[in-house]
């Protein structure tokens, strides 16, 4: 009896603790090189590894006009949960990588879902000859040369950056969801790249990687319903690059703002109720409301899209060059804006 | 190895630590929070910065009926003067705003006003903006005199028994200003 009890205890006690055993400190440490990540073939790391995918979001993020690769792996025989359609549920093994390039490779982006179901967040740096790329410190790296970036410098990211951004959203993978990889591409998008476009809901679920995605979203694949064109690519650029944290159920939901899309609810209402004609806490940019319809220059959130002082700037992180394109965009939506007389006519 | 009798008091010991962090805190254990959190905010020496000085006879002492609330929207702040030699930093009187390299900061609105202050903050909010040094974990950066680089030490059950204490203090309406970048004449002083 004594025999036959032991190891079935011992088996208790292991499944009791192994949440325990496998916390952070006890993973496998982040491999030095990026070619060891299991993004590439081989160590030349000419060609991707098989089951690794390309994508590309509608609505990217606006990094500095750095040119972006993504791709995606999942373990093979796994699948994306897509149950709850604005908060994914990757499973354990997934691997992400964003490569940014100003005339050369500076940096890929990497993210993991460990075995823990913990996500960890790294950088590695290509070497100016483009044969290596090392795994950053976890303090970033203020300032590298990189002669076509702006200014002609390039800032890799603290670990805490990455999180700061990735962990405000519901699921730390920002550009790999429903609404981004529709098949109803919005045409009017900033800095969209097509390439990559074919990856799209119905073919991950055609190759299995997607399951239980609501059949509607298939039949009508999402798309902001907005009041014209324009506003609809406002409304994909702000929830591309700002919704991550301004939503309305991670940490800053205490702001009461909201600039993500929900693709279960196909109005953008909710975005537009906490914007046009609030009044804004913040006062350091000149303007009372977050969004003043017909007037960009007395709207705080265009005005602190538009500035690069550091107290002020939107998003906080991630950019040192204002992006020109995207804010004629939002200022043409905001002078589309009807007024609060002509709304309630 | 093991005996069963060693095997079932592990067992139960892993399984008590389980449902410990699943229960609400007793009413005692939160008096306790409380009571560290009022002991940590006092002996950090938060009320030097974030409680207004006022004069007396005896000097500078904090103003508790402004307890916590930052730097007072009424006192309006001019420019301030250039340090020279090796001066670096100015504070007002009240010891709320501080001119340095960085600009101007003025200390925050610690009470749980809910428009000027923490009210509408959770206890996450509260422990990312002191653990990275970020309004909200992920905003601006917090600007000096602010010990950040100390305080990101304090434990997660510190920063907690903190936010208890300071949700429990009398609510203080007081709009804060926003902080003011360098002057490009301080900021090179400062380099």
């Known amino acids: 009896m004594r025999r036959i009890a032991h190891p079935l205890l011992l088996s208790a006690i292991v499944a009791l603790c192994a949440p325990v055993l496998l916390r952070a400190a006890d993973l496998p440490t982040l491999p030095q090189h990026l070619r060891d990540t299991g993004l590439y073939a081989d160590a030349s790391m000419s060609q991707l590894r098989e089951g690794v995918l390309a994508f590309s979001p509608q609505y990217p993020l606006w990094s500095d006009g750095a040119v972006k690769h993504r791709w995606i792996y999942l373990p093979p025989g796994t699948s994306i949960d897509a149950s709850r359609p604005d908060a994914w549920d990757f499973p354990r093994g997934t691997k992400l990588w964003k490569e940014f390039r100003h005339g050369r490779a500076i940096e890929t982006r990497f993210i993991e879902r460990a075995a823990n179901g913990e996500w960890r967040f790294a950088s590695y740096v290509w070497t100016a000859d483009g044969q290596d790329a090392l795994l950053a410190p976890a303090g970033g790296i203020r300032e590298i040369p990189a002669a076509e970036a702006p200014g002609a410098r390039y800032a890799i990211p603290a670990e805490d950056d990455c999180r700061a951004c990735h962990e405000g959203a519901p699921v730390p993978v920002l550009g790999f969801s429903a609404l981004q990889l529709s098949s109803d591409r919005d045409p009017l998008a900033p800095h969209a790249e097509a390439g990559a476009a074919a990856m799209d809901l119905r073919s991950l679920v055609a190759r299995g990687a997607l399951k239980n995605l609501p059949s509607e979203l298939l039949a009508h694949p999402p798309r902001i319903e907005a009041a014209n064109p324009e506003e609809r690519a406002a409304l994909g650029y702000l929830h591309g690059n700002c919704g991550n944290c301004h939503n309305d159920d991670g940490p800053l939901a205490v702001l009461e703002m909201t600039l993500a899309q929900r693709v279960g609810s196909a109005s953008p209402d909710s975005v537009l109720r906490s914007v046009v004609d609030v009044r804004s806490d913040f006062r350091g940019a000149g303007g009372v409301a977050r969004v003043a319809p017909g007037h960009p220059g007395a709207s705080v959130l265009a005005l602190r899209m538009r500035s690069r002082e550091p107290l002020q700037q939107m998003p906080p992180l991630g950019t040192a060059a204002v992006d020109t394109e995207a804010m004629s965009l939002i200022a043409r939506w905001i002078e589309s804006l009807p007024n609060q007389t002509e709304r309630t006519n | ?191």
């Open chain 2, 1 to 191: 190895m093991y005996s069963l009798k060693m095997l079932m008091r592990i067992a139960l010991v892993v399984a008590a630590s389980f449902a410990r962090g699943a229960e609400p805190p007793a009413a005692g254990a939160a008096d306790e929070v409380l009571a560290r959190g009022t002991y940590l905010v006092t002996v950090a020496g938060c009320n030097d910065c974030h409680t207004p000085m006022k004069m007396t006879a005896e000097g500078p002492k904090p103003d508790m009926d402004r307890m916590l609330s930052g730097h007072p929207e009424s006192l309006v702040m001019t420019p301030a003067p250039k340090p020279e030699g090796p001066w670096l930093m100015t504070a007002a009187i009240t010891n709320t705003a501080f001119a340095g390299p960085w600009g101007v900061s003025f200390t925050a609105n610690l009470t749980p006003d809910r428009e000027t202050g923490l009210g509408k903050w959770t206890v996450r909010n509260f422990s990312e903006t002191i653990r990275t040094g970020r309004h909200l974990g992920r905003g601006r950066e917090i600007l000096p005199p602010m010990p950040i680089p100390m305080y990101k030490n304090f434990t997660d059950s510190d920063l907690a028994a903190i936010f208890t204490y300071l949700k429990s203090i009398p609510a203080v309406k007081n709009r804060v200003p926003e902080p003011r970048p360098p002057a490009p004449a301080l900021a090179s002083a400062g380099s």
